[in-house]
């Protein structure tokens, strides 16, 4: 069974960094996709960035587009989410999701059968 565990988050000032991790545990984890999704209070979720097995493609919302990367470490079975120069709107929980079916290509539109609990990322002055 795939497992994912978010953490990393906090609070950050406007302008800040923070790098989220994602933790995936299970047969064949690093043949996922692994997507970063958000959601903040009356808001609708955001698919914000994804990335395809092997690295070879990433994705990212126009909204983080140029301020945060994703990336994956294979040997630490990690995700990564590094969000530079964050803003009020950045504001959310975070999570980290996978496709239900093994070497689905990488896309913001992507469904994802499987979440981590998310962390909790809050920017304020």
């Known amino acids: 069974q795939l497992q994912l565990v978010e953490s990393g988050g906090g609070l950050v000032q406007p302008g800040g960094s923070l790098r989220l991790s994602c933790v995936v545990s299970g047969f064949s984890s690093h043949s996922y996709a692994i997507g970063w999704l958000r959601q903040a209070p009356g808001k609708e979720r955001e698919v914000i960035s994804c990335?395809?097995?092997?690295?070879?493609?990433?994705r990212y919302a126009d909204s983080v587009k140029g301020r945060f990367t994703i990336s994956r470490d294979n040997a630490k079975n990690t995700v990564y989410l590094q969000m530079n120069s964050l803003k009020l709107d950045d504001t959310g929980t975070y999570y980290c999701?996978?496709?239900?079916?093994?070497?689905?290509?990488?896309?913001?539109?992507?469904?994802?059968?499987?979440w981590g609990q998310g962390t909790q990322v809050t920017v304020s002055s």
């Open positions: 999701a996978a496709p239900e079916r093994l070497w689905a290509p990488c896309g913001l539109g992507m469904s994802y059968a499987t």
């Open positions: 990335i395809s097995p092997g690295s070879i493609s990433t």
